[in-house]
Structures are given as structure tokens and as C-alpha cells.
């Protein structure tokens, strides 16, 4: 089971490199993060984009990439179909979101998933690394449903759990996160939850856990209880997936890794690998962890697909 | 500008007017909160509920040796009704929840006729401690209202902002979040935010910046803003921040508290008189904060 990105980083140098698909690297911190990871020797990359574009961005970087592969292609549609093409066909292994609208990518991955016949949902998983947790806790979906309905979630859920037990979790735990409270009534998200236990513990979303909580109160204080102190919290009580209700719940909750000491990865998984979507205001450093992150579940994935 | 916890508590103490709480069906934990309060002289307990029992408890905490009122009443939802009662006739200033009903409480709370409702809505406010400087935070609604209109935000952002004020906080800057930074006609969060933004720009907030849609890391990431293009006093300086629903606000909130460590405190607002509630993720020693920082009101 991996449970740390220390993990991570050992194992994406163990297992790389690993061909990825790099559409439209436009921007310096991200050319910087495709150059250090092709030293760190965790991928060798395939550069798609705008000619003179990634030359210049190269240049500032200094990473000479004239024996890297490259295709030319200035249309930011052709350019997200064209790695989602190779990715599908097994010519690369995963792919990665450069300067390049998120829409444009996930047409192209609709488009593979159905041509391949998955019926796969397109969902963004976002990893946390909190310290003293000792296992990886997610958050999903954060980029792609804005209102998720309830076949939505079965979809979205899938495709965590997926990546969990790629990530060697046999029987993650999950929440289904919602506002459900003392007060208010009962939400949509939180009957959305009760029906999802029920699909999970009948089978339908594979081996895996709902468990009753829906707040972060319930994890670690529990209903009808009063937290007394902070020193009664106890971090290992988390799951593993935490499910959102929608894209503003997500977004808003997983990016406050710029405010907490807490590590933030995220990917798309596909049928046939791990898509990296990394911020548009992400760093260098944030980038390379998301390409070892990449890197380790594309090795994976091979064994279980 | 009141920029801790210990400031919020410092400062209803230098007020030096004991304020009345009245509190129905208090627990043995209300009492002893309120014996600091008392302690430090910013408050004056009424108890209403069931004499014998209330003098029983009053009795192990160190309230006995302090000024309180005890008031009879056999029935909590009498109990209630009469804190109510006292605070519309001005005597008491201060009504803090009691080991009572949530939902019950909050409906005679806000009750259009008997209730203590003053402004157009009530909204609940978290007030955050941050870690690396002296500052406060304030994050809405996080409990109370569910999926706010348009409407309703601007008028969860009013009562916000009069708590600003009273916090010192001058000039305040909020920070309308949603899922993205950019205007999306299909995430109706980021709409209600451009539209706030605009009407702060149009000054009708009084001296208030907004920027919105605002995602998370441009609000509390200045070098992340940059990156995103966005160039805002109010990036990385939030003081308000606006949550687009009670999915949002409510797990914002306890995730500050659980994870990140943070001290929080709330208060309901928009009431004639501050309401305390009885939230289960608001520690004891922050529950202090919270009486001082309704005696402030």
C-alpha cells in the first residue's frame, strides 16, 4: 500500500520512465517541472504543441530539448486529442495538462472512453498527504461535475476507488461529505449518501466501505457528542475518499493545501491512465510531485487492467 | 483592530459592563464557561429551567460563589420561550443556547413574530484565528443559511460586515468564493460573486472590497492570484469570506478546525440582540470567545 509521496517519489524513480504526452507545455514553472522530472529519470516526454512557443519556454528554462520528441500542432483542440489519442492507443502512458483549457482535454477523453466502449465518467481525484496520516486521504470530484446527480456519484466514486486499489488500498473507506446538520432539513446530498452505502454495501461500486459520517464533526467527534478539546482529535480517523457534493464544495475544500500544511496531487483516471490536470496556479515542485504521482499509478494501472 | 481570540475576550473585559445571558436549559458545560465569563466580569448569568436542578449544578461549578439568577420553569420549550421574552423586553442582553433541540431553538429564534429576527435574514459567522499573524477571519455562512439566493448573499455579507466593524476591522476585504476564478455561466456561484464584485465596485457595501468569483488559492495566495492573472488588494488578505452554500460553508469550517487546528468561534447574526449557539465542533475554551465576543455586539 502506498501511503506516503515519499513513497511515491521512490517508487516513480524505481518504475520510471514512463512516457508522457505533454500538451502544450507554454509556461516556465511547467516546462521547469517536465525537465527536472526527465532528469529525475521518472518520464521521458513527448512535447505537443506550438513550435515556437515551447522552444521559448524551453530556452527559459534552459532545458535543451532538441533530442525530445516533439509534434508540432498550434490548435488547442488538436493538440489535447492528439495525446489522448496516444495515451488510448498505449504510445504513451499517461498524459498531462499543460497551457491548454481542462474542457478541451476532457472532450478528448470522452470521446477515447466512448470510442473504447468503458462508459467511464470523466472525474478529478484529488490526493491529500496530511502529516500524521498514515495513509493518502481524496477528494472527488474536483474538477470535472459541477452538480453531480446520484449516477454521477456511482461513476465518480468508481473511479477513486479504482485508483485506490490501484494505489494498493484493497477496501478504502469512504464519506459522502455533505452540509447535513442538526438544522435545515435533509439534503439532497446527504439521501444521495445513504442510497450510495446501500449500492456499496450490495456490491455495485466493488470492494470498498461507506461509512455513516458525512462531516468532518463525525469523524472525529461523532453525533450527539461535543468536541471538548483539540487534543482529542485524532487525524487517523479519516478516510480514505471523502466524496463532494459538487465542484465549488471540492475545488474550494482541496486547494486549501495553499493554506494548510498539507500536500496536494490530482489526476483524471482514465481506462488506459492517469491524466495529470495540475493547477493553473500550481508550482514547479507541485507539478513534479503530480508527474511522480502519474508515473507510479501508470506503472500500476498495468496490472490490474 | 481585535486581531485574537484573547483580544476578543480582552476587549469585553475593558467594556466593563456585565452583560445579562440568559440562557435556557443550561448544561453543567454552559455554567462553566459562563463561571469564566463571570470570573472575568463581563457577564452575568439567568438560568431559566427546572429550579432544584439548576441549583443542584449551579452548585459544582464555580458559579455558586458568583452573582446568577435562577429562574423556575419545569419545560424547556417554556424555558425558551421565556429567555426570548426577556431579551424583547430588554431584560437580558445575551441569549446562549441551552442543552436543548437545535432545530427548535433556531425556529423560535427567528420566528417572525415572537422571535428576535431584525434584520431582512440571519446568517451564521465563523470567526477564525490565524496562525502566522495576529488576524481574524471571518467565514459565512457556515451554518445556518442552506443554498442562499443571490439575494440572500448580499444580505449574509451585510451582517458580516457590521460584525467587521465592530472586530475594527476597517476597509474590509471579502473574497466571494467559488470552484473558479473566471465568470462560468454554468457554475451559478461564480455569477452571484461577479455581481457582489460589481456592487462593491459600485460602492454600495460602503468602503468594502469584493473580488469574485475568487477560488480558494487566489484568495489565500497572493503568489497563486499572480499566477492566475488576478491582481486584487483582497488576494492573500482576505478578512471575509463568502461561501457559495452550506455544502461548502459548513465542511470549510470543520475541516479549518479538524485538520487545519484552527481556533474557531461563531455567532449568529441579524438578530435584535447576539445569539450564541450550541455547536458541537466549537471547542470549550473557544466557547469562551464566543460569549466575550457577543458581549462586543
Not at chain 1, 477515447?112 to 472525474?123: D, F, L, V, Y
Not at chain 1, 454495501?201 to 467527534?221: D, H, N, Q, R, W
Not at chain 1, 493545501?257 to 490536470?277: A, C, E, Q, W, Y
Request: a negative charge.
Amino acid at each position: 500500500m502506498i501511503r506516503t509521496l515519499d513513497d511515491i517519489t521512490r517508487l516513480a524513480k524505481e518504475k520510471g520512465p514512463k512516457k508522457l504526452a505533454v500538451l502544450a507545455p507554454e509556461d516556465g514553472e511547467f516546462m521547469e517541472a517536465v525537465k527536472k522530472s526527465q532528469q529525475m529519470g521518472y518520464i521521458e516526454p513527448v512535447l505537443i504543441g506550438n513550435q515556437e512557443m515551447m522552444q521559448r519556454v524551453a530556452d527559459e528554462v534552459e532545458f535543451d530539448i532538441s533530442n525530445v520528441e516533439k509534434i508540432f500542432e498550434a490548435d488547442r483542440q488538436a493538440i489535447a486529442n492528439l495525446g489522448t489519442a496516444m495515451l488510448f492507443a498505449g504510445d504513451v502512458d499517461m498524459s498531462s495538462k499543460g497551457q491548454i483549457p481542462t474542457s478541451f482535454i476532457y472532450r478528448s477523453i470522452i470521446k477515447e472512453e466512448s470510442k473504447a466502449g468503458t462508459g467511464r465518467t470523466i472525474s478529478v481525484i484529488t490526493l491529500w498527504e496530511i502529516p500524521e496520516l498514515d495513509h493518502f486521504m481524496a477528494f472527488t470530484d474536483t474538477g470535472a461535475n459541477i452538480y453531480p446527480d446520484y449516477k454521477a456519484k456511482v461513476a465518480v466514486l468508481k473511479n477513486a476507488i479504482f485508483l485506490f486499489h490501484v494505489l494498493g488500498y484493497a477496501s478504502p473507506r469512504i464519506s459522502v461529505l455533505s452540509g447535513q446538520r442538526e438544522i435545515g432539513g435533509t439534503l439532497a446530498s446527504y439521501e444521495d449518501g445513504r442510497s450510495l452505502q446501500k449500492a456499496a454495501a450490495s456490491g455495485e461500486l466493488g470492494e470498498c466501505e461507506i461509512i455513516e459520517a458525512t462531516s468532518f464533526f463525525e469523524f472525529f467527534v461523532g453525533k450527539g457528542r461535543q468536541l471538548a478539546d483539540y487534543e482529542e482529535i485524532d487525524i487517523k480517523k479519516l478516510p480514505e475518499i471523502l466524496l463532494v457534493p459538487s465542484l465549488d464544495t471540492g475545488n474550494i475544500l482541496c486547494k486549501l493545501d495553499f493554506f494548510l500544511n498539507v500536500k496536494r496531487r490530482s489526476l483524471v483516471m482514465t481506462s488506459k491512465g492517469p491524466v495529470l490536470i495540475p493547477s493553473r496556479a500550481d508550482f514547479c515542485d507541485s507539478i513534479m510531485g503530480e508527474i511522480a504521482m502519474g508515473v507510479v499509478v501508470a506503472d500500476r494501472i498495468k496490472g490490474v487492467v | 483592530m481585535i486581531g485574537t481570540f484573547k483580544e476578543i475576550i480582552e476587549a469585553a473585559e475593558k467594556k466593563g459592563t456585565r452583560k445579562r445571558v440568559v440562557v435556557p436549559w443550561a448544561s453543567r458545560e454552559n455554567m462553566r464557561i459562563l463561571g469564566k465569563a463571570s470570573e472575568l466580569n463581563f457577564t452575568v448569568p439567568l438560568l431559566i429551567g427546572k429550579g432544584r436542578e439548576v441549583e443542584m449544578l449551579v452548585k459544582s461549578t464555580p458559579l455558586a460563589s458568583l452573582d446568577h439568577e435562577i429562574i423556575d420553569e419545569k419545560d424547556s420549550g417554556r424555558a425558551l420561550f421565556k429567555a426570548i421574552q426577556m431579551i424583547r423586553e430588554n431584560q437580558a442582553d445575551i441569549l446562549m443556547q441551552g442543552d436543548m433541540d437545535h432545530q427548535m431553538f433556531i425556529d423560535s429564534v427567528l420566528d417572525g413574530e415572537k422571535g428576535l429576527l431584525s434584520a431582512k435574514l440571519a446568517s451564521f459567522v465563523s470567526v477564525f484565528q490565524l496562525f502566522k499573524r495576529d488576524k481574524l477571519i471571518l467565514i459565512t455562512d457556515t451554518y445556518l443559511n442552506n443554498y442562499p439566493s443571490l439575494v440572500e448573499k448580499q444580505l449574509i455579507l451585510e451582517n458580516a460586515l457590521k460584525l467587521a466593524r465592530i472586530l475594527g476591522i476597517s476597509s474590509p476585504k471579502v473574497a466571494s468564493l467559488a470552484a473558479i476564478e473566471q465568470v462560468n455561466p454554468a457554475i451559478p456561484s461564480t455569477l452571484d460573486a461577479a455581481v457582489l464584485a460589481k456592487m462593491a465596485e459600485r460602492r454600495q457595501f460602503g468602503d468594502v472590497t469584493i473580488e469574485g468569483p475568487l477560488d480558494i488559492d487566489c484568495a489565500v495566495s497572493e503568489k497563486a492570484a499572480a499566477r492566475k492573472g488576478v491582481s486584487s488588494i483582497v488576494t492573500g488578505n482576505v478578512d471575509i469570506y463568502l461561501t457559495p452554500d452550506i455544502e461548502t460553508g459548513y465542511s470549510l469550517a470543520q475541516l479549518l478546525v479538524f485538520i487545519g487546528k484552527m481556533q474557531m468561534a461563531g455567532i449568529l447574526l441579524g438578530t435584535s440582540k447576539p445569539v450564541i449557539l450550541d455547536l458541537p465542533f466549537v471547542s470549550n475554551e473557544n466557547k469562551l470567545a464566543e460569549i466575550a465576543l457577543a458581549a462586543l455586539i
